[in-house]
């Protein structure tokens, strides 16, 4: 069965390192999104893709970076994390705009 | 002004109830509207889409749109404690070419 899949599902980091969460779709959608769920805030988006090497930006993308070299993955990268990006992040797909996103388990970041 | 607002609750409801969750956004041109339910510490999964002014039924979920009041709704009658959950609204924007959720309802289904 096609799925979406992340990893790790828990990170624990320091502040100032460069940390990575992949996601892994075998849907074959075009579409792929990065979401942080912050009590309070519901789900922001942070970046998302609408195709191989097309990356935007969200509502909250400072200090995260994502890039889509084929249809299956767009792996999130902090490149200093900070206390603030301790939350919980979701990756999502969909077939195209306006369709259906699916989303991943999650993975749980603690910044220290 | 957020674009997509929900009442945060929490809304509680007896087994059997029906419950009833309100959404309203900003974007007159917004194209399609989502229900999603999520559970606590697991991911969101639809529960239904609505994309034409009216109703739409899917089981014991109907979702209601009124694009020129611009208010979207689901209904959950014979509410079960298993609905017991968020529920978050989300409304696409083909302007903005995003999906925009709101902050979500939690609702309590009594036994």
């Known amino acids: 069965d096609a799925e979406i899949t992340q990893s790790p599902r828990h990170k624990i980091t320091e502040t100032g390192r460069q940390v990575t969460l992949a996601c892994h779709q075998t849907w074959n959608h075009n579409n792929m999104f990065w979401y942080r769920q912050d009590l309070g805030h519901g789900l922001r988006l942070i970046h998302y893709s609408y195709g191989v090497q097309d990356t935007n930006k969200g509502e909250v993308s400072d200090g995260y970076s994502v890039s889509r070299s084929n249809t299956e993955d767009l792996p999130l990268t902090l490149e200093s994390a900070a206390s603030s990006q301790t939350s919980v992040y979701f990756c999502?797909?969909?077939?195209?705009?306006?369709?259906?996103?699916?989303f991943g388990p999650g993975t749980r970041l603690t910044v220290l | 002004q957020k674009e997509v607002e929900q009442n945060s609750g929490p809304l509680s409801v007896p087994e059997g109830a029906i419950a009833s969750l309100n959404c309203t956004y900003s974007d007159r041109g917004s194209q399609s509207f989502f229900w999603y339910r999520q559970y606590s510490g697991k991911s969101p999964e639809l529960i239904m889409f609505i994309y034409s002014n009216g109703d739409k039924e899917d089981g014991r979920f109907t979702a209601q749109l009124n694009k020129a009041s611009q208010y979207v709704s689901l209904l959950i009658r014979d509410s079960q404690p298993s609905d017991s959950a968020t529920y978050l609204c989300?409304?696409?924007?083909?302007?903005?070419?995003?999906?925009?959720f709101g902050s979500g309802t939690q609702l309590t289904v009594l036994p």
């Open positions: 999502a797909s969909s077939r195209s705009e306006g369709n259906t996103q699916y």
């Open positions: 989300a409304v696409f924007s083909g302007s903005a070419r995003q999906l925009t």
